[in-house]
């Protein structure tokens, strides 16, 4: 596609719930993120994938979080168990090679748990 | 663990008027990229500065890297009201691929 695309763009989920949010990156983009960003503050490094492999997850912040990349291309974050702290707008990323390059970021999906 | 820190965290000024936002660090990244976020979307680059001591320009924005590459700076020349939003450095590691942004510096420009 002509850009990166992250569906849903909005989910809504009962604490205690499994949740998967899904990012398609720009074609032939190798390096993917994730962030997670509050209201009016920066974005949150979560987790990068260098092709298939995640290259640096240090930003996850705890076993709950889950990020799969199995062909390279489409991404999927996954929460177990979600908490109410886990509410936030998840951003996804991409870029042609991953180094000191130009990220392209998709418009997010704000993730909402009651 | 590396950090960005940018100031000030929130600025509202008059149309016309100039302004500068820094982002500071004690370590020293491979690149520094400036991005500017609208409600609603993803961020969207501005610049990427990765020489020590460079300067570049884009219209009325004049970004800067300092000389250790541990901190940049952004300037906004007779600031207009489509100039808000979030303002974002993020520095970049050229052996890891990662990104790390800073917590962003919101600006409202009023007519």
């Known amino acids: 596609g002509a850009g990166v695309s992250q569906t849903p763009s909005n989910k809504v989920t009962e604490k205690g719930k499994y949740v998967e949010l899904r990012c398609d990156p720009i074609s032939g983009h190798t390096a993917l993120y994730w962030y997670r960003q509050s209201l009016g503050q920066g974005p949150e490094f979560l987790i990068y994938?260098?092709?298939?492999?995640?290259?640096?997850d240090s930003g996850l912040p705890n076993d709950r979080f889950f990020a799969v990349r199995p062909e390279g291309s489409v991404s999927t974050l996954k929460i177990q168990r979600t908490e109410r702290g886990d509410s936030a707008v998840y951003l996804c990323?991409?870029?042609?090679?991953?180094?000191?390059?130009?990220?392209?970021f998709g418009s997010g999906t704000q993730l909402s748990v009651l | 663990t590396q950090l960005l820190e940018q100031s000030p965290q929130f600025l509202s000024i008059q149309e016309g008027e100039n302004l500068t936002v820094y982002c500071n660090s004690s370590s020293v990244f491979s690149s520094l990229q400036w991005y500017r976020q609208e409600p609603g979307e993803g961020p969207v680059l501005l610049v990427t500065v990765v020489t020590g001591g460079e300067v570049k320009k884009l219209k009325r924005l004049t970004f800067q890297f300092g000389d250790a590459r541990k901190d940049s700076s952004l300037h906004i020349t007779a600031a207009q009201t489509g100039d808000t939003g979030l303002y974002l450095c993020a520095g970049g590691s050229s052996n890891t691929g990662k990104l790390i942004f800073g917590q962003g510096t919101t600006l409202q420009v009023k007519p």
């Open positions: 990323a991409s870029s042609k090679t991953g180094t000191n390059e130009k990220l392209f």
């Open positions: 994938f260098q092709g298939t492999g995640a290259a640096d």
